[in-house]
């Protein structure tokens, strides 16, 4: 079942409308590459930008409202507007729904269309270089902040370290079978120049 999406694209100064719609229409036209279902979208002109959620606490309201009167509800929403990552996290929770940013729906793209073994494991190690981005740079940094002193250990630095370490263990495993996918393929590729044989494709 495709993912409802609601599109919102967020612009400011000095960027004109004009623009902005362009590059709103090219971010739609992603999101339906990525197999998304387009419930409802909006282009927004920023003014003031708000350092927690990176949009104003009215225009927070205003869209939950607008996603109450959603026939099927909303999914997902799929967000253009370069905010940091912090700042995503914070309007997910104050909405209670995924958000996607303009990296995530590509990352989603080549995900749908990875055929070889080498092309998935390059998408998913993507992926989770990805969300360990997201994590140090926005909430993971906020929540390793609250340790305190030296020898102290919060619990959010404790779940920040956890999954850090998970990340980079799984980045980690992504990157061996990687390599070994590599030299398998180089191996093959040699033992076919040793045979003389020849392979052709057809477009």
Known sequence: MKRRT??????????KKAEAQIDHEEFVQLIKAAGWQIAGEEIYQLRTLNGHTGLGTGKVEELKETFKHFTGGID?????????????????????????????????????RAVSAEGKLQVELSEAQYEIGRLVGGRGLELGRLGGGVGTKGPGETVMEKDRRAFKKRIKMLRDKLEHVKKNRDQQRKQRVRDGFFTISLV
């Open 76 to 112: 997902l929403i799929a967000l253009d507007a370069g905010f940091r990552p912090f700042q995503v996290k914070h309007l997910e929770d104050a909405f209670n729904i995924e958000i996607s940013d303009r990296t995530r729906v590509i990352l989603e793209i080549f995900k749908r």
């Open 6 to 15: 609601f599109v919102f694209s967020v612009y400011a100064y000095p960027k």
